[in-house]
């Protein structure tokens, strides 16, 4: 009992330390985003709401169903592809890049039915000597920093919408009833949370993107793959969507085996690569079948699937276009250079260089003091408890002597000393207290010494 009070302390750091990382976990913010450089695919001058989850500003990650295909998996001759990234000041502003057909690579697996494998690396921008680095994330399937971010851009000025951002609720319950090949829960976050269409106001839309931030960290967790949406309409915001999300995990092996180098990850455990001999695939069972009566599916291109275009075409053979004047009068237009001193400034001002963030002040302030004062009082317990334990041993002490008691002890005591007879008993009261006694009259000095001769003589006669 005595090292109860270190289990105290014990449990005041773990709770103090447990309160201050939930409360500095933030999830994602719109100036996280600017932190990093965002891509979506334009497909023929029009925007898609296809994401992009990039490794570098070379490479990427694309769901495989927003690609136009012929028979089996030959990609259309006739679509035009770009890669557009964010860039600029706050990323407001554009930067296109030619996406040839030889540099999109569809996983050999793909299954367009059931959507098996769903997914393509594509490359662009490949003689680039920017250095800038994306990470995608890998880790708990379902974390609480993890956020859905949809991404738009304006036609009509030429620069980027701000983000649609939320955080990343749990798996329904549902999820996998309503898709064949996502059986298994762990390939994919679903879930019925939508945002509005960029175009049509009354139509919902899912999101593009999940994000995991973790320990300053931005990582793309996963990519938009479909929905199955409770009604036939394909517009219907009324109607319950459930859409999939699969986890880019599962995919990292391709794409480093396709680019044949290592590919950057991030988790809970910090920054590590993914090598092209590692085996780090998710292997997707035969589809089971699913009847989707009364209910639609829609996956890919939203914008395509619902023929909603609006606003102008942007001429997918014109060259990297310039910002809007109005828009900014500090850049002419977006040259290599620019993206890159752009990077550059939003590498510089990521949240690991820019000192604590507001909840982490937040949550010092609030836990120092509460870890004090918890100690203090763990402390002051354990010296109250032991004044109060060695006042009563002193008073049950002090009550409970006894004198046979005392006696015993002493006759114990005596018995334990080697050398020592029976041991002698104390004097009684009564022993103590008698008088001494008067000694009787006996024959004097002179009669004994007479019968002391006479005894002599007689001894010396009968001899």
């Known amino acids: 009992m005595k090292y109860w009070p270190f289990g105290y302390l014990a449990l005041v750091w773990i709770l103090s330390t447990q309160v201050l990382s939930a409360l500095s976990r933030r999830g994602l913010s719109q100036d996280d985003l600017n932190t990093i450089v965002g891509a979506l695919l334009f497909k023929n001058g029009r925007q898609t709401t296809c994401e992009i989850a990039l490794m570098d500003l070379k490479s990427g990650l694309l769901s495989a169903n927003c690609l136009d295909f012929d028979d089996g998996l030959s990609l259309k001759q006739t679509t035009e592809y770009e890669v557009y990234v ?22 050999p697996d793909y299954d367009q039915t059931s959507l098996a494998y769903n997914i393509a690396v594509v490359e662009f ?23 859905l971010v949809r991404r738009s851009y304006d036609h009509d000025i030429g620069i980027w919408n701000t983000p649609t951002i939320i955080p990343l609720p749990t798996n329904e319950d549902d999820c996998g009833e309503w898709n064949g090949i996502y ?13 509005t269409s960029l175009f049509d106001k009354s139509c919902a839309m899912p999101f593009g993107t999940i994000y995991n931030k973790e320990g300053g960290r931005i990582g793309v967790q996963a990519l938009y793959g479909n929905s199955v949406i409770f009604s036939e309409d394909k517009c219907s915001s009324s109607n319950r969507w459930l859409n999939y ?19 950057k990850v991030t988790n809970s455990s910090g920054l590590y690569e993914i090598q092209p001999s590692d085996i ?44 809007p004047q109005e828009t900014s009068s500090d850049f002419e237009s977006l040259s290599e250079s620019s993206i890159d001193s752009s990077l550059d400034d939003s590498l510089d001002n990521s949240p690991d260089s820019s000192g604590l963030e507001r909840s982490q002040i937040l949550a010092i302030a609030i836990t120092i003091p509460l870890s004090i004062v918890c100690i203090t009082a763990a402390i002051g317990l354990f010296y109250y408890r032991r004044l109060k334990s060695k006042r009563t041993r002193n008073r049950d002490d002090d009550d409970d002597w006894d004198p046979y008691a005392e006696r015993l002890n002493i006759r114990e005591l005596a018995n334990e000393i080697r050398g020592i007879g029976d041991p002698i008993q104390p004097p009684s009261y009564n022993e103590v207290m008698r008088p ?28």
């Not at 680039?128 to 974390?143: D, K, N, Q, V, W």
């Not at 009259?441 to 006479?454: L, V």
């Open 86 to 107: 964010t860039t600029g000041p706050e990323n407001l502003f554009p930067k296109a890049y030619k996406l040839a057909l030889d540099d999109i690579h569809v996983h």
């Open 125 to 147: 921008n490949k003689n680039t000597s920017s250095t800038y680095e994306a990470y995608l994330y890998t880790g708990t399937f379902y974390a609480s920093n993890s956020s």
């Open 183 to 195: 059986k298994r829960i762990n390939f994919f976050a679903c879930n019925s949370v939508v945002t």
């Open 245 to 263: 999300y699969p986890y880019m995990e599962g995919f990292i092996s391709f794409a480093a085996n396709v680019l044949n180098r290592p590919i």
């Open 280 to 323: 780090n695939e998710f292997i997707h069972d035969e589809p089971a079948s699913v009847d989707y009566t009364g209910k639609t599916q829609i996956g890919g291109d939203i914008f395509a699937a619902r023929n909603e275009f609006y606003g102008p075409l942007i001429d997918p053979t014109s060259e990297v276009r310039s910002m």
């Open 436 to 463: 001494p006694s008067t000694p009787s009259p006996g024959p004097s000095t002179e009669n004994q010494a007479t019968q002391s001769s006479s005894k002599k003589k007689s001894t010396k006669k009968d001899y």
